[in-house]
């Protein structure tokens, strides 16, 4: 961004700014603001990704409930899944996938995804 | 008539996620809710949050005396600036349009909930727009990012679910402060490329879907 865009109500630099999903050229010395929308890609993300579970310990309680939790299925059915050879977690769209992604790899869940996930 | 659904505030609502009961129609991940939706130049809250989903009811539970946005429906906060930059636009609900202001994408738009902003599908929005009392099947002009940009996107399906005919920007739209707007890409200097201006194009219902 080489340019510094001016206000154009007094003239004063403005300065670049992210307001929750907003944003824009700011004036730094009134009130004057040009702004559009900003939505993460991962946010606007329609694909529907397929989790499979690779590996995880059907004994430690913790990883077995990251799976229960994600897979919205309760404990011994996640017990179970843990036991089983690439069984489908969760098909859903980028963020749901991302959350998923960010618990079981604090765990070590061995997980994967389909298709690749960009994010 | 408008209707917005921006971010931070004038609708709440709440998300269901997973594969539980989410109600009629709605699908895994999507939001409903209990808005606070701002209704011409009121606003309302539904108030607390209860732990199970609730469908989104629309303006039905406005209260009169909150003060807010410009326009009679409005979903938006009255602290986002590119809710405040559009309401001061001279054109509002131009030829009998309804104006649906929300920050968007080419496949959703958003709303802001107590828990965070989530985007919906333009089914739920379509429950969201004919819910309000001033909507009575009128033609929409999405004043929301992005969501004209695919043939087969936000507007076109949104079309599509009301039956009515749908304007919406191909690219951003740009809000300055005297309610004046551009559509446009992000220029590399991060201003709106307007050697490339997109525009408000026109959708109209495919009754065969």
Known sequence: MGEIKKCEECGADTEFRVEGSTEGFFCTQCDWALVTTRIPAIAQDVTKYKMYLLSADPHNKEQVKALSEVANINFLQARKMAQEKRPLIIQDEALAIDKARKLFEELSIQYEIEPDFPY | ??????????????????????????????????????????????GGMSGSPVVTKGVGNVTPDNI????????????????????????VDPNGY?????????????????????????RTSARLIQQQPGYTGQNIRLL???????????????ANKLNVEVQAPTDL?????????????????????LSNTGKIKNFLPNKSQ
């Open chain 2, 98 to 122: 309804f104006d649906v202001v929300a920050h968007g994408s080419p496949n959703k738009i958003q709303i802001e909930t107590p828990n965070g902003s989530v985007l919906v599908d333009h």
């Open chain 2, 144 to 158: 929301s990012c992005n969501t004209g940009a695919c043939d087969t996107g936000f507007a076109q399906n949104l």
């Open chain 2, 1 to 46: 008539m408008l209707l917005a659904f921006p971010a931070s505030g004038a609708v709440s609502a709440k998300t269901a996620s997973g594969p539980q009961n989410l109600g009629p129609g709605l699908q895994q991940g999507e939001s409903i809710v209990k808005p606070l939706m701002h209704q011409g130049k009121t606003e309302s809250s539904y």
């Open chain 2, 173 to 193: 739209l740009w809000a300055y402060p005297n309610g004046k707007t551009v559509v446009a890409p992000k220029g590399v200097n991060g201003l709106p490329d």
């Open chain 2, 68 to 91: 807010v946005a410009p326009g009679p429906v409005n979903f938006m906060s009255d602290s986002d600036r590119f809710f405040n930059n559009i309401s001061k636009r001279s054109d």
